[in-house]
């Protein structure tokens, strides 16, 4: 799958969790993004993974612009699916649009796939 960019404000910066599990150490942080979906605003809960990608959001402020490149991850668990909108970027926002057709970031595999011993 092709990644994807959205541009917009951040609205939240939720606290960063972070913990092992069977696959080592983790770090993980939730942010907001409000945009406008045509003449509304629409608001969107990004995750950055690993202590690099929080690093990164942590140069970042409640109401920047910024430009985020994700993709998409969904997981069942206990018959309930979840899906998982992942940074691999984000910059400061430019206002211009984005361009499509971002080849994947490397290292995505290298992300926990499972999150069973996870506290979300």
Same mark, same amino acid.
């Given at each position: 799958?092709? +990644?994807l960019e959205l541009e917009g #404000?951040?609205?939240?910066? &939720?606290?960063?969790? *972070?913990?092992? *599990?069977?696959?080592?150490? /983790?770090?993980?942080?939730?942010?907001?993004?409000?945009?406008?979906?045509?003449?509304?605003?629409?608001?969107?809960?990004?995750?950055? /993974?690993?202590? %690099? #990608?929080?690093?990164? &959001?942590?140069?970042? #402020?409640?109401? @920047?612009?910024? #430009?985020? *490149?994700?993709?998409?991850?969904?997981?069942?668990?206990?018959?309930? /699916?979840?899906? @998982?909108?992942?940074? /691999?970027?984000?910059?400061?926002?430019?206002?211009? *649009? +984005?361009?499509?057709?971002?080849?994947?970031?490397?290292?995505? %595999? @290298?992300?926990? +796939?499972?999150?069973? @011993?996870?506290?979300?």
């Amino acid at each position: 799958m092709a +990644a994807l960019e959205l541009e917009g #404000k951040i609205t939240a910066i &939720l606290p960063a969790q *972070s913990g092992t *599990s069977a696959r080592g150490e /983790w770090a993980r942080q939730d942010f907001v993004i409000e945009y406008m979906d045509g003449s509304f605003p629409t608001s969107v809960c990004f995750s950055a /993974w690993g202590r %690099d #990608k929080v690093q990164e &959001l942590s140069t970042h #402020k409640v109401g @920047d612009t910024v #430009k985020v *490149s994700f993709n998409i991850r969904g997981r069942e668990y206990n018959g309930r /699916w979840f899906n @998982d909108l992942r940074i /691999w970027r984000i910059t400061s926002g430019t206002g211009a *649009s +984005a361009p499509s057709g971002m080849p994947p970031a490397p290292g995505l %595999d @290298d992300m926990p +796939a499972d999150t069973e @011993d996870m506290p979300f």
